[in-house]
């Protein structure tokens, strides 16, 4: 392997350092002595055990679940089929126009989506809470599971689901017993990106929640609006600890499977 | 007539297992299948060959029913098939690309047709284990298809498309994807399980050895349209257009005018001061009829001396010659500026070779070693 050069290493540190240290300096305050956040008195576990008495948080916690796991999997199914028609539906009228549609809301201002809904909600009487929130969700993370979903069904081979209808399936049964399986993982990718952005969520979650029904960010960013405390601290913390978990043993399983795919090929080729 | 050969398309009482009936397929102005009208008949193995985009893929597609005629008919087993939708043919296919399922062991991609016609499930093994041993791929029924080598998926396409009994089998281009060595073998395997199966086999090519080789009858396509529909040898012997005549195999053309000189005798004057040629040709052709003689390489001698009893003979320069190891092609340029190819089995050694560049020979074939084509 080459060695570095030092241009090379000066960016990349300068470039981590920009990512990296305010995550760093926030891990480290959760573990302050102190209740200031910014004075350093120590080493401590307490805010931890606070975090746990603290039922607004923890609740708040619950409901930015709920509304994560529902609103995801509600957008996966909707995005997949938009996806499914969109790629395969051949030509029909305003297709296009549809497609467009499809994609919009990726560039539209959060604020004018959150508002929109508002409205809309206000409009047909619907009191706001955990629904609401995660009808709102749904609707703006679906169109990135239709993306994820199209980019693997545009390189789908066509002439399997054909071989699925040549050997006796119904076209419901070629997507249940061979296209689903097959983008099973653009699937679950897409479930996964829904998944997250509908838990970090602030500005759409704040327009459409109700007093019975606060989200996890909702709850942080008017906490911190009193001042900082500790306890955040340690909030974040563990959501960055959750994260990091997820990414590297999602990547240490695909790494994993790659290479068992590999062999297995050169087996294939060799036997 | 010998009554032991397989020749239904001679007998006026065989009924075929398929029949296309006048079938136009356009796609907006742009017309695939140009009314067209063919049989093929029960326990055929029969070649649909043409260049790419001569009409050959969407004439199978129609049989598998994933397009519809724009007009006509397509009758299997005397029933109109224009409303049975795919999955409900006697027609099973044999993709291009195997259209293997990635996410299933070999024994489930056999399985999955039969599952789906609601087979018991110890039939269902009864008749996957008998497609495995057809196939030769016993040891490997647990593996994914990404386990196995490329030869191998080509069986287990094959034996997924075989296991629920089609009435008729279409291969898309079957063999396209294998080397060279492995293609020869796989040719002769398809015509052993073709005939130990008796299915009806439609097979789409564009390679014609593999057309000559496997198949009962060849469909020369072009166009949209059928050109020539015949047996592998009587495509090659006596091909009835040039572009068959050009399209199978190595050709000499030689451009000319017919004159009648017998019963089914012509001598076709070719050059200005150059003896006609004396032709054999059952095509029949009036006086000063403009023609092509069609002759093959393998068909025309090659000597240094004029030889004596020849019905045509021309005298030339070699050019070229290409050397193929069994065999050698002499490029012969005659007087006339146009160039002949003879081909001559290398029976001694290249060291041994008779003529090289630049020699003068005499080139010379009977009168029934080409036919005359109309242009």
């Known amino acids: 392997m080459n060695r570095m050069s030092w241009f090379n290493a000066v960016s990349l540190t300068l470039g981590f350092a920009f990512l990296y240290i305010p995550m760093v300096i926030l891990v480290i305050f959760s573990f302050n002595e102190s209740k200031l956040v910014t004075v350093w008195a120590g080493f401590s576990t307490k805010w931890y055990g606070e975090l746990l008495q603290n039922d607004a948080f923890l609740n708040a916690a619950w409901v930015t679940l709920k509304v994560a796991v529902f609103s995801s999997t509600l957008a996966t199914v909707l995005g997949t089929i938009a996806a499914y028609v969109l790629v395969r539906g051949g030509r029909f009228m305003g297709r296009t126009l549809f497609s467009g549609m499809i994609y919009a809301p990726l560039v539209m201002p959060e604020v004018i989506t959150g508002l929109s809904l508002l409205l809309l909600f206000i409009g047909i009487g619907l009191d706001r809470g955990v629904f609401t929130i995660v009808l709102a969700h749904t609707t703006f993370s679906m169109c990135y599971v239709s993306v994820v979903v199209s980019s693997r069904l545009v390189t789908f081979d066509r002439s399997l689901e054909e071989a699925a209808l040549d050997l006796g399936c119904s076209a419901s049964e070629a997507f249940r017993l061979v296209t689903l399986p097959i983008i099973a993982p653009a699937v679950i990718s897409g479930w996964l990106l829904a998944f997250t952005l509908s838990l970090d969520d602030l500005v759409i979650a704040s327009f459409t929640s109700g007093p019975s029904a606060t989200t996890l960010p909702i709850k942080i960013f008017s906490a911190v609006r009193l001042g900082v405390s500790p306890e955040i601290n340690a909030l974040s913390t563990i959501m960055i600890s959750i994260v990091t978990v997820g990414v590297i043993t999602a990547s240490l399983v695909t790494k994993h499977q790659v290479a068992k795919q590999k062999r297995e090929e050169m087996e294939a080729v060799r036997s | ?375």
């Open chain 2, 1 to 375: 007539m010998n009554t032991s050969a397989f020749e239904p398309w001679n007998d006026p009482e065989a009924k075929p297992l398929i029949h296309f009936q006048n079938v136009t397929k356009r796609y907006g102005e742009f017309t695939a299948i140009d009314n067209l009208t063919i049989d093929i008949y029960e326990r055929e193995f029969y070649a649909l060959l043409g260049p790419s985009g001569c009409g050959k893929t969407t004439l199978m597609r129609m049989l598998a029913g994933f397009e519809t005629p724009t007009e006509g008919t397509i009758h299997l087993a005397g029933q109109d098939i224009a409303p049975v939708p795919p999955n409900k043919r006697a027609v099973n296919m044999m993709f291009q690309s195997y259209a293997l399922f990635p996410h299933l062991s070999v024994w489930e991609n056999i399985a999955f047709g039969l599952k789906r016609e609601k087979m018991p499930k110890h039939d269902i093994g009864d008749r996957v284990e008998e497609m495995l041993r057809l196939t030769r791929l016993e040891k490997f029924a647990r593996r994914k298809p990404h386990q196995i080598s490329g030869g191998q998926r080509q069986r287990v396409a094959l034996a997924r498309s075989l296991a629920k009994h089609p009435k008729l089998l279409l291969l898309d281009e079957p063999l396209g994807a294998l080397d060279k060595k492995l293609r020869q073998e796989t040719q002769f395997e398809l015509m052993d399980i073709q005939e130990k199966t008796g299915t009806t086999f439609v097979i789409v090519t564009h390679d014609q050895e593999e057309a000559m080789t496997v198949a009962s009858r060849v469909a020369v396509m072009d166009h949209g349209k059928i050109i020539q529909v015949a047996t592998p040898d009587r495509i090659y012997e006596t091909p009835n257009s040039v572009y068959v005549a050009d399209f199978i195999g190595d050709v000499n053309l030689i451009e000319g005018t017919a004159k009648p000189n017998g019963s089914d005798v012509y001598a076709m004057s070719w050059h200005e001061g150059h003896a006609p040629l004396a032709v054999q040709s059952p095509n029949g052709f009036s006086d000063g009829q403009k023609c092509h003689l069609a002759i093959r390489p393998e068909k025309v001698s090659i000597s240094a001396d004029k030889p004596e009893t020849a019905d045509n003979a021309v005298q030339g320069k070699i050019l070229d010659i290409a050397y193929l190891g069994n065999i050698s092609t002499y490029h012969v340029e005659l007087p006339t500026g146009a160039v002949i190819k003879a081909q001559a089995a290398n029976t001694r050694r290249i060291a041994r070779r008779a003529f090289t560049w630049e020699d003068t020979v005499w080139l010379s074939w009977t009168a029934t070693a080409g036919v005359l084509l109309a242009e």
